[in-house]
């Protein structure tokens, strides 16, 4: 049985910014593929999942991420269009999901790819040419409504900021513990008056 996660509010936000593709790949290639389309400045997701190798007389078993989609590449296409004519010199790509009538390249639904991204046990990819997150804006000792995640509505006091995750300590069934949050997942308490 898969087991869904839940998409943050800026992973949804960015998939439904983008238009996207399925490119396939050489196969064993996704990796290698969305490596050089992001090193073109192409926004490339390759879902994956995390499965045991089988053991052999050389390795031994252990827990390894494969594609969750054999030899298949998700580009996103934002403001810039995809130059298809620069994709089809890559040599890691072998064709791409097309609209049988027409030929060209076919449009996946952004509610196609953000099935697909829950069903992915890593996360979306990081747009190149984003800012990083906002994190002037939040300073230990401010309250905070959490706006995604399990701890969707509540609000809580931030008692450090940490590469661009708040850490909040709060009491969970008699005990202290420290609770981790993206920044993106945050907005700012109003101040009672």
Known sequence: MTQ?????????????????????????????????LSDMGITAFVPSEWRWRKKSRYAEPKKTQFPAYKSIVFVGEGVNRLDWYRLSEVHLIIGCLANPS?????????????????????????????????????????RVRITDGILAGEV?????????????????????????????????????A
């Open 156 to 192: 809580l006091t931030i008692r450090e900021i940490a590469d661009g995750v708040a850490h909040f300590k709060r009491d969970l069934l008699g005990k202290e513990v420290d609770i981790p949050v993206s920044v993106e997942d945050m907005d700012l308490e109003p101040k009672a």
């Open 4 to 36: 869904f996660r839940n998409l943050t509010r800026r992973e949804r936000e960015q998939a439904g910014r983008l238009t996207w593709y399925a490119l396939k790949a050489r196969p064993q290639g996704e990796y290698r593929l969305q490596r050089v």
């Open 102 to 142: 027409t030929g060209f390249p076919r449009v996946i639904n952004v509610d196609d790819i953000q099935q697909v991204m829950k069903a992915a046990t890593t996360p979306l990819f990081e747009l190149h040419d984003e800012a990083p997150a906002d994190l002037e804006r939040f300073q230990p000792g401010e």
